[in-house]
């Protein structure tokens, strides 16, 4: 929280003595939106991206005001369906955070794969880690799940949580694929 608060010190500092930004996207969860509704007038037009499930944050986005030139996308129809009010006001639409398939991806054939099913996401209950594991167990494969674990920020932090291997299947890997313990 202290590097992204320090962030968004200088991203204020530098918005306050500059007149050539027309507008300012942010990523920051609440605390973005927090710092730069609080400039008031006193800031250029925001758009601010909601990369998470917004029950993450339900009380803060149903109290967040009507603010002047202040907008906000999603990545999804359903995710934005599910809006407080506070914020609905503020909804332009949504981006969907798809990778586009490579050039004539559809045409060449596919690699040969191991029996292993991989997930890329924040783990969530809305992203689908559930039905992953069903599948693999169903079908016998080994299931990757690759994302953010809970509050560890660090393989450090990972390594201190002594429930973080209790189970005997599954394996930790740190940002560059070597194992975290």
Known sequence: MC???AHLQR??????????IDLV??????????????MGADRPAV?????????????FYR??????????NGVSDAQLQRAPDGLRHHIRGHVHLATPLAHHATR??????????????????R??????????????WELVLAGPIGPFTTPEQLSADPNADRYADVRYLARNGCPAR
Do not use: C
């Open 11 to 20: 991203i204020v500092a530098e918005l306050r003595h500059r007149s050539d």
């Open 108 to 125: 060449r054939l596919a690699p040969a794969k191991n029996d292993h099913l991989v997930l890329v996401a924040r783990i969530n209950r």
């Open 63 to 72: 109290r967040f005001g009507n603010y002047d030139r202040f907008h906000v």
């Open 47 to 59: 758009l601010h991206t909601l990369h998470w499930d917004l029950a993450k944050h339900r009380a």
């Open 25 to 38: 996207h942010d990523h920051m969860e609440v605390l973005g939106p927090t710092m730069l509704a609080a």
């Open 127 to 140: 992203k689908g880690q559930h039905i992953a594991a069903r599948l693999a167990q169903q079908f016998g």
């Open 3 to 5: 590097r992204a608060a």
